[in-house]
């Protein structure tokens, strides 16, 4: 069963703007992580945001957790046409039980 | 970083037709392997849990006949289609990870992509 939303489900930007995807779950949580998926292809790796941590970066990303809320958010700033792809996040219960959000799909239009 | 082998990347084949997916974890030991299957512009769907050297633990409406699976070695993890028929066509992907540490990413393969006609 699904853990997450994500929302938008679509956002559509122009490049260099900066695009902010949210993530809301419903259980207790290991630590969360963010995916990216291109067209017809498997996931890449972002971030992995654990419980006890409330913000990561890595380069242009930057997550943020609150299990308060049950909810994180990724940014991508100053985006580029090559960010487009849908972003999933996952929500690791225990033992890798990984669940997954229904995504946003992200264009970035040149 | 850790590489997943998945294979194929795409299988057209008739209805009634058993179709083998490969998973295999090119440069670590895999404990548990995971399968998903996504539709298109959905998310990904969590089938069954894979351990290696144990039977593998379905989702809930998961056909364990319909699909099986095989986690036979630390690096291989094994999906069958069994008579696969249209609505089997989808997106399927695994992904790998050890339990031995926590808080670790889980590496997925490229997906393969399934056709029936």
């Known amino acids: 069963s699904q853990q997450g939303e994500e929302d938008p489900q679509a956002l559509s930007i122009q490049e260099g703007e900066n695009a902010t995807m949210n993530c809301s779950y419903k259980t207790s949580i290991n630590n969360l992580q963010w995916y990216r998926q291109n067209s017809g292809r498997g996931l890449v790796h972002l971030i992995l945001?654990?419980?006890?941590?409330r913000e990561k970066h890595s380069g242009r990303l930057r997550v943020t957790l609150d299990t308060s809320k049950k909810s994180s958010s990724l940014l991508i700033t100053a985006s580029r046409a090559a960010d487009t792809a849908s972003y999933f996040c996952?929500?690791?219960?225990?033992?890798?039980?990984?669940?997954f959000g229904a995504g946003t799909r992200l264009t970035v239009k040149p | 970083g850790a590489v997943v082998s998945q294979h194929p990347s795409w299988v057209i084949c008739k209805s009634g037709t058993s179709v083998k997916i490969e998973c295999r974890s090119l440069?670590?030991?895999?404990?548990?392997m995971f399968w998903y299957r996504q539709f298109p512009k959905q998310s990904l769907m969590l089938m069954a849990t894979s351990n290696e050297g144990s039977k593998a633990t379905y989702e809930q409406g998961v056909e364990k006949d319909k699909f099986l699976i095989n986690h036979a070695s630390l690096t291989l993890s094994t999906l069958t289609v069994t008579s696969a028929h249209p609505e089997d066509s989808s997106f399927y992907i695994c992904?790998?990870?050890?339990?031995?540490?926590?808080?670790?990413?889980?590496?997925f393969g490229d997906g393969t992509r399934l056709s029936i006609l």
């Open positions: 996952a929500t690791d219960r225990y033992n890798n039980d990984m669940r």
């Open positions: 992904s790998a990870g050890t339990v031995l540490y926590s808080n670790q990413p889980q590496h």
């Open positions: 945001i654990r419980s006890n941590e």
């Open positions: 440069d670590f030991q895999a404990t548990t």
